[in-house]
């Protein structure tokens, strides 16, 4: 899934563009707590989030996340944007919340980017 | 559940507005004269239209400056040249049809300047002069077009070859054990900052050639050990990270609190993070979960007199060392 086609299915506004536009968005994961997000989320997925500080955009770096969408409309502080600006991460504010959004992109075909919790498994 | 589509108006928000692109900065950066044309094609008040239209058709330009002595007398553009065909009027002289007020811009003012000129008038190109208001070149929305695409590239290649070079560091410097050491200094409570520190050694990592998934295990090992920096200590740490052929060394370390009991620490869920840190989306308790999953080595020691001390490896395969680890192996056998 692409950026314009997310952008389109949770009705969001786009508060930053990012680098690349033809980056392929292949899962998706909510969370509001980053190390949910650092255990066990896979590459190129979106990110459904209520957390709107600057350490979304630094987790979303080092997880290699394609996208943040914060959820219930919430419009991040200047910091986080202009961090997911110098890093190129796109950033979407939509008006619904967390559970309406995971049902419309899974409804759409993005199948769930969280691994399921088990003691044993690696990073990778 | 009603999902039906709400309407799709939408509000430029303060953050809208805030939000400035790459390309946007470069509007900014980018000089009028960097992207300019200087080879002027100028024309003179005496000159008839219809030589001037022969001169529009064979250089393919659709406008020009006009000049009196090499001073800026007026602008002609093929709206005018359309006007005096239209009059059936190609003898009369292109003084009768220029315009004389013409607009002009200066070669030292940021291309924004330019586009926000075209945004607002119907001009399609501006005469761009220096300092003593003597005309230098001309701009048009193609030369802006053309001058951020260059500049983007540009911007895109300096990252390959900074890519390039680093990831021949290792091979091209000899010794019998070579190792890069980076080092960041972590203050306590700086939540601002909190992995600027990771980010960049993730992104050490990739310039040097690493394999995506090996710079992503330490970036987000690091990545909680740095928030532990800034969550837990008493006077921040220090994270230092040793990278070699085979293997990535990394450790953070501080002098304080330390943690009484490690074994209650590294149970998934245990936290003792203020609600503060909660908020801010830490303290879960997985911190170190998080990293024992990410790394082949992990030792911890920490007393609560000298402080607490992570040490932390990830070998790589042959396949994603940094260099030929076999002809280094060969070397120190001899």
Redesign the interface.
Same mark, same amino acid.
């Given at each position: 899934m692409k950026i314009v086609e997310l952008v389109k299915l949770v009705n969001g506004t786009v508060l930053v563009q990012g680098d690349r536009q033809d980056r392929d968005i292949k899962g998706g994961f909510g969370a509001d707590l980053m190390s949910d997000v650092l255990a066990s989320i896979q590459p190129d997925a979106v990110l459904l989030t209520g957390l709107c500080n600057p350490q979304v955009v630094r987790t979303a770096q080092v997880a290699d996340v394609a996208a943040i969408v914060f959820v219930r409309g919430k419009n991040p502080p200047i910091e986080t944007i202009r961090l997911a600006d110098q890093e190129g991460i796109p950033l979407i504010s939509s008006p619904y919340g967390m559970f309406e959004l995971a049902g419309r992109l899974y409804k759409a075909g993005l199948p769930s980017f969280e691994k399921s919790v088990d003691p044993d498994c690696s990073c990778e | 559940?009603d999902?039906g589509?709400?309407p799709?108006e939408?509000?430029v928000?303060d953050?809208?507005a805030?939000?400035?692109?790459?390309v946007e900065e470069l509007a900014y950066e980018l000089k009028i004269s960097q992207v300019m044309t200087r080879e002027i094609r100028s024309l003179t008040p005496d000159m008839n239209m219809g030589d001037v239209l022969d001169i529009f058709r064979s250089q393919r330009v659709s406008g020009a400056p006009v000049l009196v002595n090499g001073e800026l007398a007026g602008i002609l553009s093929i709206e005018d040249i359309i006007r005096a065909l239209r009059a059936v009027d190609l003898a009369s002289p292109v003084s009768k049809y220029m315009s004389s007020q013409v607009m002009t811009i200066h070669d030292y003012d940021p291309v924004i300047e330019a586009l926000k000129v075209f945004v607002k008038s119907n001009y399609g190109r501006l005469p761009v002069v220096d300092e003593n208001n003597k005309l230098v070149g001309i701009i048009t929305k193609g030369d802006i077009t053309r001058g951020l695409l260059n500049a983007l590239q540009h911007v895109y290649h300096e990252e390959e070859v900074i890519r390039y070079r680093a990831s021949h560091l290792f091979e091209d410097i000899i010794s019998d054990r070579t190792s890069l050491i980076l080092r960041y200094r972590i203050k306590h409570g700086d939540?601002?900052h909190? *992995?600027?520190a990771?980010?960049n050694i993730?992104r050490a990592l990739l310039r040097l050639g690493a394999n995506?998934?090996i710079a992503?295990?330490c970036?987000?090992a690091i990545?909680?050990a740095e928030?532990n920096l800034i969550i837990h200590t008493n006077n921040g740490g220090t994270i230092r990270v040793e990278i070699e052929p085979h293997q990535i060394s990394l450790e953070a370390y501080d002098d304080g609190p330390g943690i009484p009991n490690i074994q209650l620490a590294m149970q998934?869920g245990y936290s003792t993070a203020s609600e503060e840190v909660r908020e801010?989306?830490?303290g879960?308790?997985? *911190?170190l979960?998080?990293i024992k999953?990410?790394v082949d080595d992990m030792r911890l020691e920490s007393s609560t007199i000298s402080g607490t001390n992570l040490r932390l490896k990830i070998f790589l395969r042959e396949k994603d060392a940094f260099a030929d680890v076999s002809q280094q192996g060969k070397e120190t056998k001899k």
């Open positions: - | 559940m999902t589509s709400s799709k939408r509000v928000t953050q809208d805030q939000n400035i692109t790459r939540f601002t909190g *992995g600027n990771s980010a993730k995506p998934q992503r295990r970036g987000i990545y909680e928030m998934p801010k989306g830490f879960a308790g997985m *911190g979960v998080n999953r990410c």
